[in-house]
């Protein structure tokens, strides 16, 4: 049986992408996301738990989130886990789990410090869908509920 490495995230940026250009054209965007989960305590009083993770998104995607990403910004990501092993300098093995991030759409608003001028296809209106930067093949699934026949 086949097994399955799929990440579903929703969550904020804690800083800028980081983007780096590589030889070719080549092009890698490492961002920090947080998502935070609330409950209450046996107290009663909310309590907030933060998570943070690596994000790595390539070529396009990279050059869609240096360009319309910023700290604060929210995000949808689809992805799967990806592990880097290596050896430090006292020979330790090492280890960093990441997302390698698969598709991402934008949440909430433009992005401050964007201009008004003209809507974008990765800052949407509010009559727009938000964009999708997608590395698959297979085409996006949208759903509009808008034209339903149903009663309810």
């Known amino acids: 049986m086949a097994g399955v490495n799929k990440v579903i995230l929703v969550g904020n940026l804690g800083a800028d992408p980081e983007v780096k250009y590589l030889e070719g054209e080549k092009v890698v965007a490492k961002l920090r996301l947080a998502?935070?989960?609330s409950y209450k305590d046996r107290s009663g009083n909310r309590v907030d738990q933060t998570e943070w993770h690596d994000l790595e998104m390539w070529d396009g995607q990279?050059?869609?989130?240096?360009?319309y990403l910023k700290k604060g910004s929210q995000i949808y990501v689809e992805g799967k886990i990806k592990t880097d092993t290596w050896q430090d300098e006292q020979g330790q093995n090492r280890y960093r789990t990441k997302i390698r991030v698969l598709s991402f759409t934008m949440l909430g608003g433009k992005p401050e410090g964007m201009g008004s001028s003209q809507p974008s296809a990765?800052?949407?209106s509010s009559n727009?869908?938000?964009a999708m930067a997608?590395?698959?093949s297979a085409p996006d699934l949208v759903l509009d509920d808008t034209d339903d026949d149903l009663p309810f």
């Open 134 to 136: 997608n590395t698959n």
């Open 35 to 37: 998502t935070t989960e």
């Open 122 to 124: 990765a800052t949407p």
């Open 128 to 130: 727009q869908k938000p």
């Open 62 to 67: 990279a050059k869609i989130a240096e360009q």
